[in-house]
């Protein structure tokens, strides 16, 4: 059976989309506890620039100044029943690291057993020769809190030790509408399960609405963490949830303040020049066949992705 036709297999009884739990989760720590100590050099993140959660990866690699600590790679955003693989093309290449042609070879090198997804963002230990985790929650937070000996000068606290608490909080609602929400939808088996995903996702976008309409960022008065994971899912709304996973009640820009918020975030250094729409549109449209068979690739939407956003006022 080919990995895209698993998807369908991926529900649960009622139809609902359900996340695979196999991850490989060692963390890399500043005092080298985990045996994966944060050496510099030492360790090499995999992304597609067309994953939500390998996104958020890349954005935190890149505003705390850690590209010359973790280097990185990208694959090809079409994948097929083998999975993710390396291949030139504008934006990827053949791997660097060990000249692997697929990154499942990265997995079963790490566990000849692995039966799980073949999933990024992943990190590769260059001394065990094997991934240290390919868990994404814990990826951004290894670098905002294990790595901090080299941020760069002025690196921003993404994740400070007082607002954890309420970073976690919202994140957790987040993800569960809104950045898996969408995942919820799109491959939802059954008329009741979609319907019920798209629900929650849009009481969760007016409620971030809402929070937003008084704050510039969604916690503490700084951009944090949440504003991060939040944002890989807000600037591939309109692009590919909208159409691809049915997520169509509304689109992002007739959300006033989410789409103020997005903007601001677009245009700040180290994220728009993150987002890349051609591997993101053409990894969705192009690798769930199941969803869109004919692998079109829309032509839109046109959005302004630079218009002012007027953020700068709220507190
Ligand atoms: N590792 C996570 C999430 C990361 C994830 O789903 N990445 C997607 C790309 S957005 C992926 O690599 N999928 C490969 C596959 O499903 O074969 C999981 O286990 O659910």
Same mark, same amino acid.
């Given at each position: 059976?080919?990995?895209?036709?698993?998807?369908?297999?991926?529900? !649960?009884?009622?139809?609902?989309?359900?996340?695979?739990?196999?991850?490989?989760?060692?963390?890399?720590?500043?005092?080298?506890?985990?045996?994966?100590?944060?050496?510099?050099?030492?360790?090499?993140?995999?992304?597609?620039?067309?994953?939500?959660?390998?996104?958020?990866?890349?954005?935190?690699?890149?505003?705390?100044?850690?590209?010359?600590?973790?280097?990185?790679?990208?694959?090809?955003?079409?994948?097929?029943?083998?999975? @993710?693989?390396?291949?030139?093309?504008?934006?990827?290449?053949?791997?660097?690291?060990?000249?692997?042609?697929?990154?499942?070879?990265?997995?079963?090198?790490?566990?000849? !057993?692995?039966? *799980?997804?073949?999933?990024?963002?992943?990190?590769?230990?260059?001394?065990?020769?094997?991934?240290?985790? #390919?868990?994404?929650?814990?990826?951004?937070?290894?670098?905002?809190?294990?790595?901090?000996?080299?941020?760069?000068? *002025?690196?921003?606290?993404?994740?400070?030790?007082?607002?954890?608490?309420?970073?976690?909080?919202? #994140?957790?609602?987040?993800?569960?509408?809104?950045?898996?929400?969408?995942?919820?939808?799109?491959?939802?088996?059954?008329?009741? =399960?979609?319907?019920?995903?798209?629900?929650?996702?849009?009481? /969760?976008?007016?409620?971030?609405?809402?929070?937003? !309409? !008084?704050? /510039?960022?969604?916690?503490?008065?700084?951009?944090?963490? =949440?504003?991060?994971?939040?944002?890989?899912?807000?600037?591939?709304?309109?692009?590919?949830?909208? *159409?691809?996973?049915?997520?169509?009640?509304?689109?992002?820009?007739?959300?006033?303040?989410? @789409? *103020?918020?997005?903007?601001?975030?677009?245009?700040?250094?180290?994220?728009?020049?993150?987002?890349?729409?051609?591997?993101?549109?053409?990894?969705?449209?192009?690798?769930?066949?199941?969803? #869109?068979?004919?692998?079109?690739?829309?032509?839109?939407?046109?959005?302004? @992705?630079?218009?002012?956003?007027?953020?700068?006022?709220?507190?």
């Amino acid at each position: 059976m080919s990995l895209n036709a698993q998807f369908p297999a991926e529900t !649960s009884a009622d139809g609902a989309f359900v996340r695979q739990n196999y991850s490989i989760r060692d963390r890399i720590t500043a005092d080298g506890s985990s045996g994966f100590p944060a050496v510099p050099g030492r360790y090499h993140l995999y992304v597609s620039l067309a994953c939500p959660w390998a996104h958020r990866a890349i954005i935190v690699r890149g505003l705390l100044g850690l590209e010359p600590v973790v280097s990185m790679s990208v694959v090809d955003p079409i994948r097929d029943e083998r999975g @993710w693989a390396f291949r030139e093309g504008r934006g990827h290449g053949p791997d660097p690291i060990c000249g692997f042609q697929f990154l499942s070879e990265a997995y079963l090198r790490t566990d000849s !057993s692995f039966a *799980g997804r073949y999933t990024v963002p992943c990190i590769w230990d260059r001394v065990t020769g094997r991934l240290v985790t #390919n868990n994404y929650p814990d990826i951004t937070i290894d670098f905002e809190t294990q790595l901090t000996a080299f941020h760069k000068p *002025g690196a921003p606290d993404l994740y400070p030790e007082r607002l954890q608490p309420d970073i976690d909080a919202v #994140n957790a609602v987040i993800y569960e509408d809104v950045n898996n929400g969408v995942y919820k939808a799109g491959f939802a088996a059954s008329q009741t =399960a979609y319907e019920s995903a798209v629900d929650a996702l849009f009481r /969760r976008l007016d409620w971030v609405e809402a929070r937003l !309409s !008084s704050q /510039r960022y969604l916690v503490g008065g700084q951009l944090t963490e =949440a504003d991060i994971r939040l944002f890989t899912t807000l600037v591939r709304f309109d692009a590919v949830y909208f *159409g691809h996973f049915k997520c169509n009640l509304r689109r992002i820009v007739d959300y006033p303040n989410l @789409w *103020g918020y997005a903007r601001d975030l677009f245009q700040r250094p180290g994220f728009g020049e993150t987002v890349d729409f051609d591997h993101i549109k053409r990894h969705y449209y192009m690798t769930h066949d199941h969803i #869109n068979p004919t692998r079109i690739v829309p032509m839109g939407p046109i959005v302004d @992705w630079l218009a002012p956003h007027d953020r700068a006022r709220l507190p």
